[in-house]
C-alpha cells in the first residue's frame, strides 16, 4: 500500500536509518474531562506513544522487525526516529493501524492499560465511553478539532455481533449499514 501522510503531514528521509516526521500544525486533542484539557498534539505524544508500543504492546515485535532504535523529539513538532540499519518497509510499519497515538496524560493514567480508559484521540471520531457497552457496541462523535473537512457523518454506533449471519439478517433489514462478513457465499450464510 502507499504511505500517506496523516498525523505527521510531511517526513524526511536524510539518511538510510534516519526519519524525521513533522506533525501536523493543525492536529489537536479534544478536552477529556477530568483528564486534560484541548491542546495540541507534541512531539512527545508520539514519543511516549512510540515508546510504550515498541515495549508493552501485543505488537511489540512490529518495531523489533522494524529494526527501530530509537524514537525522540528533536523539537515540538518534529520526531526523530532512527533503526539499527536500512529497513525498506519502515513507513508501511509506522503507518500501521497498530500504532495508536494518545496524549501523554493518557499513557500515564492509565498505565499503559488502554481498556481502562479514559482514551482521547486527534481522529475524525472521539468515543463515548459513557455511552457505550463493553462487548456489544461502541459509540462515537464527530471529532469538531479534526484536521481533515468535510465529513457529514455526526454520529457512529459500531455494534458488536458475534455471528456473520445475524450481521447478514441486520444488513438485509436495513439496521446496520456496514458489517464484516466472511468469505462464505451469502446463500450459506443465511441457511446457517
Known amino acids: 500500500h502507499e504511505v500517506a501522510p496523516d498525523l505527521a503531514g510531511d517526513w524526511q528521509h ?33 514519543v511516549t506513544s ?25 523539537d515540538e513538532d ?13 513507513l508501511s510499519y509506522v503507518a500501521s493501524g497498530f500504532n495508536v497515538i494518545l496524549p501523554q496524560e493518557v499513557w500515564q493514567r492509565t498505565s499503559g492499560d488502554l ?41 457512529l454506533e459500531w455494534w458488536i455481533v458475534e455471528a456473520p449471519a445475524t450481521r447478514l439478517a441486520l444488513m438485509e433489514a436495513g439496521r446496520a449499514d456496514v458489517a464484516w462478513l466472511p468469505l462464505a457465499p451469502i446463500p450459506e450464510l443465511r441457511e446457517g
Open 14 to 46: 536524510p539518511n538510510p536509518t534516519t526519519y524525521l516526521f513533522h506533525l501536523r500544525p493543525d492536529a489537536w486533542w479534544p478536552e477529556a474531562p477530568g483528564l486534560m484539557k484541548r491542546r495540541k498534539v507534541t512531539a512527545a505524544d508520539v
Open 50 to 74: 512510540i515508546q510504550r508500543l515498541a515495549l508493552e504492546s501485543a505488537h511489540s515485535w512490529l518495531w523489533r522487525e522494524a529494526k527501530l532504535q530509537a524514537v525522540g523529539a528533536q
Open 78 to 90: 518534529t520526531v526523530i526516529m532512527v533503526t539499527t540499519e536500512p529497513f525498506a518497509p519502515f
Open 115 to 155: 481498556a481502562r480508559g479514559p482514551v482521547a484521540g486527534s481522529g475524525p471520531f472521539l468515543f463515548l465511553a459513557e455511552s457505550s457497552d463493553r462487548g456489544q457496541r461502541a459509540i462515537f462523535r464527530r471529532n469538531p478539532d479534526f484536521y481533515e473537512p468535510g465529513s457529514n457523518l455526526d454520529y
